[in-house]
């Protein structure tokens, strides 16, 4: 039996609240929103790249966003263990480039797995909080939670791309 991503139902946007709920939902709905664009793919569809221009595929999206997600937030705002996931100082770009010989449903459970572990590792952490990365920027925990509503803002639109070619399939 061939593996298909699961249906996802997208969170609801909030209109109002303090800002730490309301970048939380902002987030949170940027990570629905790119397993939308993969629900109800099989595994080979989320491993193709349909775009004769770039090698991009959602399943290496979905790769990628699961290292940028821990990186950010474990690693970085939360000084936990953030050993990459896909890459390796000999293989930069594992996350897009490894997707052939990929376990779409293994990535999947780590992208969802990563997700709640960088969540709890944030929670209790103000937005003011302020973390230095190994080659001295300081960054707070806000321009962290904005970095990665614009970095899936920006993976989200490739997606879209990526799936109305894999399938026609479209939709905000």
Excluded at 30 to 43: E, I, P, V
Excluded at 57 to 76: D, K, N, P, Q, S
């Amino acid at each position: 039996m061939t593996w298909t991503a699961p249906q996802i139902t997208r969170t609801d946007e909030i209109l109002t609240g303090d800002e730490r709920r309301q970048l939380q939902n902002f987030l949170d709905r940027h990570r629905d929103t790119l397993l939308w664009k993969c629900s109800g793919l099989t595994a080979d569809q989320l491993k193709l790249a349909p775009v004769p221009t770039t090698t991009l595929t959602l399943l290496g999206l979905v790769r990628h966003m699961a290292e940028v997600e821990r990186g950010w937030f474990r690693h970085t705002a939360a000084a936990q263990d953030g050993s990459p996931i896909y890459c390796s100082d000999d293989n930069v770009d594992g996350d897009f480039d490894d997707v052939p010989d990929a376990d779409a449903e293994a990535d999947f459970a780590t992208y969802r797995r990563e997700l709640a572990l960088c969540d709890a590792a944030v929670a209790g952490l103000p937005l003011d909080h302020e973390a230095t990365r190994p080659r001295g920027d300081t960054f707070s925990l806000r321009w962290i939670y904005l970095h990665m509503i614009e970095e899936y803002a920006r993976h989200n639109g490739h997606a879209d791309l990526l799936r109305e070619a894999i399938d026609g399939a479209t939709g905000e």
